[in-house]
């Protein structure tokens, strides 16, 4: 009786702090569009639902409390897991691990059929990036709105939050701060996805939230 007890009290500790809002800068008040831990140990997934997530290109795993994501050659494509949304103004936390991988991203598009690409947040060894982006497949455009050099430790486990609050998006991670303005950034967004360019990346704890428009200074 005295272990249940025990089981109840942390799944509910664990609920109140999946909902607890990140610390935000530009975004005002939140709300969660989902929570995944990945925790939940599933199969190598070429295509196919992976904890919440749709695996689309490359091969997805969970083990050992995480997602790992592997580029897969034949596909000539960096690798990709998505979620759907509908959100304006998003927040993103989450923790990765670069791992082997040459880089990764978190992506959004937006709701213009089928989901044109909308902008990214790039995670390299030696920098951070952000760019807007448009189209998609051959017709996709993208340029680098701002860039930080700054070392990643590819084997840690960083914290990232990111913010899109109308035409600004802010990326925070392990306390390094890249900001950009562009238009493109304010479009609906209906996609989150993750992105890998090689292999042994790493993501958990992630987090999707609606967000209000930016903060207005007292």
């Not at 596909?75 to 991988?101: M, N, P, W």
């Not at 051959?138 to 486990?157: F, N």
């Not at 304010?186 to 992630?206: E, R, T």
Request: hydrophobic share 45%; glycine share 6%; with cysteine.
């Amino acid at each position: 009786m005295k272990s249940a007890l025990l089981l109840l009290l942390a799944l509910a500790a664990h609920a109140v702090h999946a909902q607890t809002p990140p610390r935000t800068e530009i975004s005002g008040p939140l709300e969660l569009i989902v929570a995944t831990a990945f925790d939940e140990d599933t199969p190598a997934t070429r295509k196919g639902i992976i904890n919440g997530w749709q695996a689309s290109i490359g091969e997805w795993t969970v083990k050992d409390g995480a997602l790992h994501a592997d580029e897969v050659p034949e596909d000539k494509h960096a690798s990709s897991c998505t979620y759907k949304i509908d959100a304006a103004d998003l927040v993103i936390t989450a923790q990765f691990r670069l791992g082997e991988a040459t880089h990764l991203a978190f992506g959004c598009r937006d709701t213009i059929a089928p989901h044109h690409h909308l902008a990214r947040t790039f995670i390299s060894k030696d920098a951070i990036w952000i760019q807007h982006m448009s189209g998609i497949a051959k017709t996709t455009k993208a340029v680098k709105a701002e860039e930080l050099k700054t070392p990643i430790d590819p084997e840690a486990w960083h914290d990232l939050t990111i913010e899109i609050s109308g035409d600004h998006y802010r990326a925070t991670i392990d306390g390094h701060v890249i900001e950009a303005r562009h238009e493109r950034f304010a479009d609906a967004k209906g996609i989150v996805a993750l992105i890998v360019k090689g292999q042994g990346a790493q993501f958990k704890n992630l987090k999707l939230w609606k967000a209000a428009k930016e903060k207005v200074a007292p």
